[in-house]
DNA sequence: GCCAACGTTGGC
DNA sequence: GCCAACGTTGGC
């Protein structure tokens, strides 16, 4: 078991609309080292689901349906993209200034490449994160 | 193949 | 709205 994070601006495409849909595509990546993500997914694998710019907050965790295929938006057919959906909300959100108090999680990719939109989570940020949201699996 | 210019992301 | 970080583009 992986455990990643994905980033969406809420006015873009909202957690609660992610949940409304009952899943969705997560197409549009157009960066590699996020791409190399993508494809290390696995069925079954669970991600963060994070608000960028409005927000800032980690609000909910969803599961990968569907591992990495052709994204048809890249007509260049070089990127890919994975299917998503809804696994839980997180009890409590966890903002990005609350993770950057935590000694434990100043490594995570989320500080470290703040620009980078699909990433690894180690287990034991995984588990931290999860504590800090007041959510258990 | 180097590197300057430019565009994009996203925190503040 | 500004700006830092960083990926990409294009001239040489």
Not at 1 to 17: A, G, I
Request: glycine share 6%; net charge positive; proline share 7%.
């Amino acid at each position: 078991m992986q455990y990643w994070l994905v980033k969406s601006e809420p006015s873009v495409y909202s957690w609660d609309q992610f949940v409304a849909d009952g899943g969705t595509h997560w197409n549009g990546v157009r960066n590699h080292q996020a791409a190399k993500s993508l494809k290390t997914m696995r069925h079954g694998d669970l991600a963060f689901f994070y608000h960028s710019n409005e927000g800032k907050e980690i609000v909910g965790i969803a599961k990968i349906s569907r591992e990495a295929y052709p994204d048809p938006s890249d007509a260049k057919g070089v990127f890919v993209m994975v299917d998503l959906e809804p696994f839980k909300p997180l009890k409590t959100p966890v903002g990005l200034a609350a993770i950057k108090d935590v000694p434990n999680l100043k490594d995570i990719c989320l500080i470290r490449q703040p620009r980078l939109s699909v990433m690894p989570v180690s287990e034991k940020e995984w588990q931290t994160i999860l504590k800090m949201g007041d959510t258990k699996l």
